[in-house]
Structures are given as structure tokens and as C-alpha cells.
């Protein structure tokens, strides 16, 4: 799948529903008639959108756990807790279910940001402080995680 590109505000309505921006529903529309996966995320307090074809590659991945080790049985169980297969609705918008719009604490200001492959989807006010906390050491966080030895580099 081609990465996702954007950060997009819009509104959660009294019932779950978000509509989805037309950009971003334009870069979907190849993978939106397979549908979608709703889920927890793992480190942060939003919700993580997979089109259909990411998550079934992230399946393989998590299918090759032995079963018989409790760390992977437990992981399991908590990395899939709250999931959901979900399609878009005839107006474009996605149904959050009610367990997942409380996970995220999801009020009406809602923010869509892409993560490469997948949609993180957060309350405003959280993403901002996630955003916000994230900035005091995001130089030395990139820094180790991209940076690259110069002397790699000498022939």
C-alpha cells in the first residue's frame, strides 16, 4: 500500500460517526470497498484505522506467535481486545463503536493523522498534547532512530 499523507480535523457526531475528509477518502478509495479495521492503539490513547489488505499483512505477522508461550497468548489478546471490522457508510463517514469512542475519549473535535500505512484517529485535545509532549525530545528521538553514522558513509 502507498503511505497515507495528511493530518485532518472534523467532528464526531452524538453517535460515533466521523465523516471522512474528501482528501483523505480519495487516497482510501482503492482500498475502501474491502472495508476497514478498527482498533486500540498500543502506546498512545487513540484509535487505529487499518484498510483491510495492512491489517491481514499485520495477521500473517502476529499468526506466526507460538500460541503455547503465555507472553504471545496475552499479547495477542490485548493487541486485538476492542477490534472491529468496519465499511464506510453510504454518506463516507465511519461508525466508531461506543467501547472505542470511550478508550479514546473521543468528544465532538476529532483529528485524523496518517501514519504511514494507517489513520490514527484522536480527540483533538489529546492529539495536541501528544503532539505537545512529543517535541521536547522528538530532535534526539529522530536522531536515533534515523540518523545514521557518518563514518558508514567513508570509503
Not at 9 to 28: T, V, Y
Not at 40 to 47: G, I, M, N, T, W
Request: aromatic content about 8%; charged content about 30%.
Amino acid at each position: 500500500m502507498k503511505s497515507l499523507i495528511g493530518t485532518y480535523e472534523c467532528k464526531a457526531d452524538a453517535k460515533g460517526r466521523i465523516m471522512l475528509p474528501s482528501a483523505l477518502k480519495k487516497q482510501l478509495a482503492y482500498v475502501s470497498d474491502k472495508g476497514f479495521v478498527l482498533k486500540r492503539a498500543v502506546f498512545q490513547p487513540c484509535l487505529e484505522l487499518y484498510p483491510m489488505s495492512e491489517w491481514d499483512a499485520l495477521m500473517v505477522k502476529v499468526n506466526k506467535l507460538n500460541r503455547f508461550k503465555k507472553k504471545n497468548n496475552d499479547f495477542i489478546r490485548r493487541f486485538t481486545a476492542g477490534v472491529r471490522a468496519i465499511e464506510l457508510d453510504a454518506s463516507g463517514r465511519l461508525l466508531v463503536p461506543k467501547d472505542l469512542v470511550n478508550f479514546a475519549n473521543i468528544n465532538k473535535e476529532v483529528v485524523l493523522s496518517s501514519a504511514v500505512n494507517i489513520i490514527e484517529i484522536w480527540d483533538k485535545d489529546k492529539y495536541e498534547q501528544a503532539i505537545d509532549d512529543a517535541t521536547i525530545d522528538f530532535a534526539d528521538l529522530a536522531e536515533e532512530v534515523m540518523g545514521q553514522d557518518d563514518h558508514d558513509d567513508i570509503s
